[in-house]
């Protein structure tokens, strides 16, 4: 159950503007608003995967040349048998 607060009644009120087939059930609106509100959430959390795949290619390979080569080994070296 949701609690018609001022702010989700100018919502409501908004998409009966939108959807005026629906405006006389503002439950239908609120189901609408809500799915709207999910497509629009999904949107967002795929555009920051993208950006962060984005960002994590950029920075691939930037450090490249920093260790030697045989580093490992040189490591091992320093360790006792």
Do not use: H, K, N
Not at 14 to 43: H, K, M, N, T
């Amino acid at each position: 159950m949701i609690t018609e607060t001022d702010e989700v009644a100018r919502a409501i009120d908004a998409a009966a503007a939108l959807w005026p087939d629906e405006q006389d059930d503002r439950a239908a609106l609120l189901r609408r608003l809500i799915a709207s509100g999910a497509e629009v959430v999904e949107r967002s959390a795929a555009e920051r995967v993208v950006l962060r795949r984005s960002a994590i290619l950029a920075a691939s390979g930037g450090l490249s040349g920093v260790w030697p080569s045989e580093w490992r080994s040189e490591l091992r070296a320093e360790w006792p048998a």
